[in-house]
């Protein structure tokens, strides 16, 4: 928004210059009109050749403007693009040196449905069961959240969970976990509903598609995959289901 109000300024004021130039460079009406309304002659002299230097300066500088505008929307959108669901292979290897009883479809298995006891027990308020499956940090966001909705009277229903993509991005190992980052393509129904059952926002036919960034971690003393962070990188809305 800040952007297309500086836009819209440097516009104005360039289209402002223009005009003047017209006044000055031969417009007689215009120039008759200047007269009759108190402008000195040395004055329109002392700016004409400023205003010619300036002018093509300020044009020069909306047109950059725009350009790196333009620029930063394309890169902000080609950031934004998904890149392939394709596993990262060398990871995984990594993974079985590390955990050798580590078997990838049960560990997606397990992580997804971490991932939707996340979801469904933010639906209905279990604070316990969330306290189990966050660290510390994104219990209190999901806390501070869920207060609000009780406070308000809200209730936010999360179901019907479908896989349909999950890949393994990276793997590293600090001091205390091993910690893992995924992309989790996922479709569900998502909507928000008063105390009453009334649905405010969302629907309750209509499927989300979403694709999340993930990292779990794990102690080296626990086999629990804990979330520690997470981010919807792409959301849409899909047609009508049959109830």
């Known amino acids: 928004m800040k952007k297309k109000k500086l836009l819209l300024i440097i516009s ?7 005009m003047m130039l017209f006044v000055i460079k031969g417009d007689s009406n215009i120039t008759y009109l200047t007269a009759d309304s108190g402008f000195d002659s040395d004055w329109l002299a002392l700016l004409s050749p400023l205003l010619l230097i300036f002018s093509p300066i300020l044009l020069l500088a909306v047109i950059i403007t725009i350009i790196v505008s333009y620029s930063l929307k394309k890169t902000k959108e080609i950031a934004n693009h998904e890149k392939p669901f394709v596993e990262n292979e060398t990871a995984i290897k990594i993974i079985s040196k590390e955990l050798p009883n580590f078997n990838k479809d049960d560990f997606y298995k ?23 499956l966050l660290t510390e940090e ?41 910690v893992f980052k995924l992309r989790l393509d996922v479709s569900y129904i998502d909507y928000l509903i ?4 009334t649905i405010i926002d969302g629907s309750d036919t209509n499927k989300t598609t979403s694709i999340y960034k993930l990292i779990f971690n ?26």
């Open 218 to 243: 794990r102690s080296f003393k626990s086999h629990k995959y804990i979330l520690d962070k997470e981010e919807i990188t792409s959301k849409k809305e899909e047609n009508t289901i049959e109830k």
């Open 194 to 197: 008063t105390k009453k059952g």
């Open 110 to 132: 397990e992580i997804f449905n971490n991932f939707v006891t996340i979801r469904t027990s933010y639906s209905n308020f279990k604070y316990d069961e969330l306290k189990e």
């Open 138 to 178: 994104l219990y209190d966001r999901y806390n501070s959240l869920l207060k609000k909705m009780e406070s308000k009277n809200k209730k936010n229903i999360l179901k019907d969970f479908t896989l349909n993509k999950i890949v393994l991005d990276e793997f590293k190992v600090t001091n205390e976990n091993y």
């Open 12 to 18: 104005v004021c360039l289209l402002f210059i223009i």
